[in-house]
């Protein structure tokens, strides 16, 4: 009886609570008992400091995964800086570590979340109003008004814009490839740079020194009156000379070495030990031709402008759809103060009378339209760049081989010259114009290596083509000092 008792008792509690409740509005309490629920699972702030911007101290703080790398070449080579840095290895660290890819890789995340959210359907509006009684009465009640909208030309245009946001992030993702090529090219010309205005500035040393003596000899002279100023002007501009070029050297060797500390993510006082030849390619015509002929569908340049066009389709086709009137549609339930339900439904539409979305097609349109042209300027400019740096490295081979060949004449020369000063069978100003000649052979011969590595990395960078390394030739090096 006890227990019969207590059941009744619940079973009333459950119909007093079900009645608080009007059963046709059930479905609404709880579709607002479930948004409460879903706003559970909301984003939540967490901040994010800001860093000092120092760098990494060392190489060794630096990482080069192989699985991140962006060429065949790079993913391939086995990376290990304890025993220096090639130019593949510091190409490596540079697409790891460069701050300026880090950004790019940002912009990759902000145009892959911008897809996301295009993806993302529109949500639909609740709406609640009460009206409360001003007058007590019989029959009078708490008027309410409970309507469900949505925006159903989000819906319509939902796949235009998210076929727009993902053409945008693969354009993202082509131009963050290309980027990553740039930076393996100005890796390897930096390498280069440090690494012949080191040689140089050896060179030039090695050639201070070898005139400290003459240069003493003539000052000598001066001081005991067996030589006036102007007979011994040639040997003081010549020392004068090599001072100059000196300091020139060691200025650019000092830019050199900061930018390729800013590329790969170093400190400014961070050691870097290069070692091994510097960047060679030599591309021959059948590859530069087959380069050229599959250049629109591999350069990811030009892969990024394709897919920024087809975005732009997308938009132009979302633009033409938003011309067509909005439509937002939705359901209701309402009670009056005399405790009458009723349901509706609700249309809102747009009329298309003065706007109709021309503004946005014609900007569209127009844009498009800039795209196309710009594709075309592009594939045109790099088709001329490829056969100009053809022809010049033509031209820098040549050149190589006639500066090499003189370099080394003029490099015996002067052996043989120092030989005969030390002997006292040659003139000072002779023995400075021989050593003066051999040493701006050299010089010229390590500036048009330079160009010549700058050319190259310039038109591998173009074909796209990572097959093309070689060390530098004996015949172009210029002979030590």
Not at 342 to 370: H, K, V, Y
Request: glycine residues 6%; aromatic residues 4%.
């Amino acid at each position: 009886m006890m227990r019969g008792k207590h059941s009744a008792t619940r079973h009333s509690a459950a119909s007093a609570r079900r009645a608080m409740v009007p059963p046709r509005h059930g479905r609404w309490v709880s579709l607002m008992l479930a948004m409460a629920a879903g706003l559970s699972g909301c984003a939540t702030y967490a901040d994010l400091p800001l860093g000092s911007g120092a760098g990494a101290d060392s190489v060794a703080q630096l990482t080069a995964p192989t699985s991140a790398m962006p060429l065949p070449a790079l993913a391939t080579h086995r990376f290990d800086p304890g025993d220096g840095l090639d130019v593949t290895e510091v190409a490596m660290l540079a697409v790891a570590n460069s701050p300026q890819l880090r950004v790019k890789r940002d912009e990759l995340g902000i145009a892959q979340a911008q897809a996301f959210a295009a993806g993302l359907l529109p949500d639909p509006q609740l709406a609640l109003s009460a009206d409360f009684p001003r007058q007590s009465g019989a029959g009078l009640s708490t008027a309410y008004s409970l309507g469900l909208s949505e925006d159903i030309t989000a819906l319509l245009t939902r796949s235009s814009r998210l076929a727009t946001a993902r053409g945008q992030a693969s354009q993202v993702n082509l131009d963050l490839l290309w980027a990553e090529w740039q930076t393996v090219a100005q890796a390897r010309l930096l390498f280069d740079q440090v690494v012949n205005l080191r040689a140089q500035q050896a060179r030039l040393e090695h050639e201070q020194a070898a005139l400290a003596t003459v240069s003493g000899y003539i000052r000598s002279a001066l001081q005991a009156g067996n030589l006036t100023y102007d007979s011994a002007s040639a040997g003081l501009n010549a020392e004068a000379d090599v001072h100059k070029r000196l300091a020139d050297t060691a200025i650019a060797l000092h830019q050199a070495q900061s930018d390729l500390h800013q590329l790969l993510g170093l400190a400014p006082t961070a050691t870097l030990d290069l070692v091994g030849p510097p960047y060679f390619s030599q591309p021959t015509p059948a590859q530069v031709q087959a380069a050229l002929d599959d250049l629109p569908r591999r350069r990811p340049d030009l892969l990024a402008l394709q897919a920024g066009y087809q975005s732009q389709q997308a938009k132009l086709r979302s633009a033409i759809l938003a011309q067509f009137p909005a439509l937002n549609i939705g359901f209701n339930t309402a009670r009056d103060t005399s405790a009458v339900y009723t349901n509706g439904l609700s249309i809102g539409i747009t009329l298309p009378l003065f706007d109709r979305n021309r503004g946005n097609i014609a900007i569209e349109r127009a844009t498009r339209q800039q795209l196309h042209d710009d594709y075309a300027a592009r594939v045109l400019g790099t088709r001329g760049d490829m056969q100009r740096i053809t022809r010049d490295l033509a031209t820098l081979d040549q050149q190589l081989a006639t500066l090499g060949a003189h370099a080394r004449q003029l490099d015996q020369a002067r052996a043989s010259a120092e030989r005969a000063w030390q002997a006292g069978m040659l003139d000072w100003p002779t023995y400075l114009a021989i050593r003066g000649n051999a040493l701006g052979a050299d010089l010229d011969l390590r500036q048009v290596q330079l160009e010549r590595a700058k050319q190259s990395i310039a038109l591998e960078a173009l074909l796209g083509n990572t097959d093309l390394a070689a060390t530098h030739p004996a015949s172009t090096q210029a002979s030590p000092p």
